[in-house]
Nanobody, 123 residues
Framework: VQLAESGGGVVQAGGSLRLSCATSGRTWDTYALGWFRQAPGKGREFVASISGSDTTTNYQDSVKGRFTIIRDNAKRAVYLQMTTLKPGNTAVYYC?????????????????WGQGTQVTVSS
């Protein structure tokens, strides 16, 4: 599976941003997808995930109600819609895919990773 993120940038606190991740290489519904992030000086952390069947989603508690993970079967893409952004959301955001359709929250469950896209939220 190949993954390529886009859509990062600089946004003011309270603003919105949509990240995109284009995928290729395998039958679309055979893998679950996730978004992770890594802030400067910190480890990688889970943000959101969605199952292969598009029926199950998981979110980190701090983003619930503000972020939405969306899977577009026609475009073989996954999106992360982020609203009410905070400076603490500043990080490099990564798209990831795992073998299997169950949406997991642990990064070690994901074998395939994109190169990341920078999101900077200014105060």
């Amino acid at each position: 599976v190949q993954l390529a993120e886009s859509g990062g940038g600089v946004v003011q606190a309270g603003g919105s941003l949509r990240l995109s991740c284009a995928t290729s290489g395998r039958t679309w519904d055979t893998y679950a997808l996730g978004w992770f992030r890594q802030a400067p000086g910190k480890g990688r952390e889970f943000v959101a995930s969605i199952s292969g069947s598009d029926t199950t989603t998981n979110y980190q508690d701090s983003v619930k109600g503000r972020f939405t993970i969306i899977r577009d079967n026609a475009k073989r893409a996954v999106y992360l819609q982020m609203t009410t952004l905070k400076p603490g959301n500043t990080a490099v955001y990564y798209c990831a895919a795992r073998d299997g359709t169950v949406a997991r929250m642990g990064g070690t469950s994901y074998l395939y990773w994109g190169q990341g896209t920078q999101v900077t939220v200014s105060s």
